[in-house]
């Protein structure tokens, strides 16, 4: 057992033990003397604390201490009351005779002010502030946390710190809700403290005069005056504790001592001492008040004010110095364009139109939409995707936007700020009136409306959606298009120790002993590339485990993949809306397998150009028969030779969906309409 567990277990037991066992009065002294102790140290740790975490036990902390102080009442009552007021010890004695003047009406009235200062004004307020700060932390820990969230998605904190802040943001939760249940042990102690002092006060009369034969005067005196001092020596360490619980809650400052914050928000301003010290200074001269004092005072009011309006002259010149002195040091050292070579990974930039948006001071969700776009593409695809970074561009035009992959821009739109964009689904037949445009994501027509006319083009059919939304889902149709390439193999490697938590067996035999860690990259960058989800990877890597023992060639190996995939790419894509499938002519596939060509750098097409534009415009023609009837564009090929083909019309036609037969679940019904053939 730890050294602190052991006292704290016997400071426990001793209160519990100060309760039972009668004490000498030098035992009460000792105890008492302690309990003063503990409270002062109490007072000034939460004093000097800079914010209320500091003391995240104080809860605690204020229960053994209220345990602490009632147990010797209870053991200095049985000792005044058994052996008379000498056996209260020293301590209890002074305070009775010399706090109270060792006279009872003094001692009497010192007493019950204490009480209501501890009762009446630092305990009430401090349980009613500990309330409603407990009530606002957490009502306020949902936008707290879609706050770290947004500075997470948006580059300015990384994972480690946004842990810590959502740590913090559950201990201010916990810690103002025990404040709020611990504030009323502070009250409670108050009470019981007033209690026992009446009934001390009335036991010890009774003793007197009925055991002792004293007078009721007699009685009174001894015994009201002792009586007091206990009541004296148990509510001014209640006060202190109750003075500690006060400034806890209170407490707001999280970036320098109270002292500082005090000192710089009461006696920073030189104008507000100039007119405090002149105020005073005034009303010595016209009111009967000793000059000498008030006068005197409001001077040295304004000779303070003067010497801080010195120094702050003095602070504003050194500071306009330093901070030219760090920008020509910046400028001058060698490294100060490293920050300029680094790529992010995905940008969106946008004009100052946009900005409100984007801004959650102003109402705007588009960070909030952001992190929920990284989340969406985690579950659906089970890929991690970069941090985001937002900024604005005073280049583009206000309500412009540019998508940027690597540093390069990729997409962009336009928005209309405080208008909704209407598509027609297809079976809307009463038109409504609006500006012309093009749906950035899907390229589709539509129309640009106000806000009045949202409800009823929504009762007429029309698709509606709001600026913020459009940005959303362009911004998710690009990520998802070109997510094969930001797939690194640090966060492969990373996906790699995740599965190995569980199949270490696996990762064991597949990495490095049957492919490296960028041929696996490789691999999920294909699958990525066409849309394909990388979530179970386990079942993708046991089928690189199986097939790396008979090739390296990553094209192959992504085709195993897929297949084992199946299921996933039948219900993503061949589901009873779209059964109706274009096939690949045997004459097609023969002649794209006799061009394909072998290197160490891996396979390649040697086809000529002439039939590569050929077997497009057929693909092209043959499709449109598909989308024409509103159905998605799938061409069925054999295994060997989709992943070829899907090049070859890959850069033309990217909407085409190509598949082979070995990726179709054995459940799923499907109608050729048609085949792709160069005859």
């Known amino acids: 057992m730890r050294a602190g567990d052991l006292i704290l277990g016997l400071f426990i037991v001793m209160a519990v033990i100060i309760m039972i066992i009668p004490l000498s009065g030098v035992a009460i002294s000792v105890f008492i003397t302690v309990n003063l102790l503990l409270s002062l ?39 005044i009351l058994s052996n008379g007021p000498e056996a209260a010890g020293n301590v209890i004695m002074t305070f009775g005779q010399f706090v109270g003047a060792n006279n009872l009406v003094v001692g009497i009235i010192v007493f019950f002010i204490l009480v209501l200062i501890n009762f009446m004004v630092i305990t009430k307020g401090s349980e009613r502030v500990a309330e409603v700060s407990a009530r606002f932390t957490l009502d306020a820990m949902p936008g707290k946390q879609m706050a770290i969230d947004a500075d997470l998605n948006s580059g300015l904190i990384d994972e480690s710190q946004a842990r ?61 005056v002792v009586t007091i001092g206990d009541g004296l020596v148990s509510q001014i360490p209640a006060l202190l504790i109750s003075l500690a619980t006060g400034i806890l809650v209170t407490k707001v400052s999280k970036e320098s001592e109270i002292s500082d914050t005090i000192g710089k928000q009461l006696f920073s301003l030189p104008k507000v001492m100039f007119m405090a010290g002149g105020v005073l200074a005034f009303l010595g001269l016209v009111a009967p008040f000793s000059k000498i004092i008030v006068v005197g ?20 010149t050194q500071e306009e110095i330093t901070m030219e002195e760090e920008a020509a040091e910046e400028i001058r050292k060698p490294e100060n364009v490293i920050n300029l070579l680094q790529v992010d990974p995905i940008e969106l930039e946008f004009g100052y139109g946009i900005i409100p948006l984007a801004d959650s001071s102003q109402g705007g969700d588009l960070l909030d939409r952001v992190v929920m776009i990284r989340r969406q593409i985690a579950l659906e695809l ?58 950035p994501a899907f390229r589709l027509p539509a129309l640009w409306i106000t806000e009045g006319q949202r409800e009823r083009a929504e009762a007429v059919g029309y698709t509606v959606v709001d600026p913020p939304s459009i940005i959303a889902t362009h911004l998710t149709e690009v990520i998802k298009s070109h997510l094969g390439e930001l797939i690194t193999r640090q966060e492969v490697k990373n996906l790699i120790n995740k599965v190995a938590e569980d199949n270490q067996t696996l990762i064991d035999e597949l990495v490095p002993k049957l492919l490296s860690v960028g041929e696996i990259q490789k691999v999920l960058t294909n699958l990525l590339a066409e849309g394909i989800s990388i979530r179970d990877l386990v079942t993708i890597f046991e089928t690189l485990a199986d097939q790396a023992l008979v090739t390296k060639d990553v094209d192959v190996l992504t085709e195993y993949a897929r297949q084992s995939q199946k299921r996933s790419i039948s219900n993503k894509y061949l589901d009873e809306q779209n059964q109706q499938v274009l096939t690949l002519d045997p004459a097609v596939e023969s002649m794209i397998m006799e061009s394909v060509k072998h290197s160490e750098q891996g396979t390649y097409l040697a086809l000529d150009p002439e039939v590569i534009s050929e077997i497009i415009a057929t693909t092209d023609k043959a499709v449109r028969k598909l989308t024409d009837m509103g159905r998605m564009p799938i061409i069925i090929t054999s295994p060997i030779l989709r992943i070829y083909y899907k090049r070859i019309i890959q850069e033309q036609l990217p909407e085409v969906v190509v598949i082979s037969y070995n990726e179709i679940d054995a459940s799923t019904e499907l109608q050729s309409v048609g085949m792709v053939s160069l005859s």
């Open 41 to 79: 140290i109490i007072l000034f740790n939460a004093l000097f604390a800079r914010e209320a975490l500091d003391m995240s036990a104080f809860p605690t902390i204020l229960l053994f201490m209220t345990m602490f102080r009632l147990a010797l009442n209870v053991s200095s009552t049985r000792a």
């Open 382 to 439: 089970g890929a991690i995707v970069p941090i985001i970074r937002l900024r604005d561009n005073i280049q583009l035009s206000p309500n412009q936007y540019v998508i940027k992959i690597k540093g390069n821009q990729v997409a962009e739109g336009e928005i209309l700020f405080d208008h909704y964009l209407a598509m027609d689904p297809g079976y809307v037949e009463e038109q409504i009136d609006g500006i012309e445009t093009i749906e």
């Open 164 to 224: 810590k802040r959502r740590e913090k943001i559950q201990d201010e939760a916990s810690f103002f809700g025990s404040m709020d249940g611990a504030a009323k042990f502070v009250k409670g102690d108050a009470i019981a403290g007033l209690i026992i002092t009446f009934v001390n006060i009335i036991g010890g009369i009774v003793i007197g005069v009925l055991q002792l034969g004293m007078t009721t005067q007699e009685a009174m005196q001894q015994y009201t």
């Open 297 to 316: 005072i409001g001077a040295v009011t304004m000779i303070a004010g003067k010497k801080m309006l010195d120094n702050l002259k003095v602070s504003e």
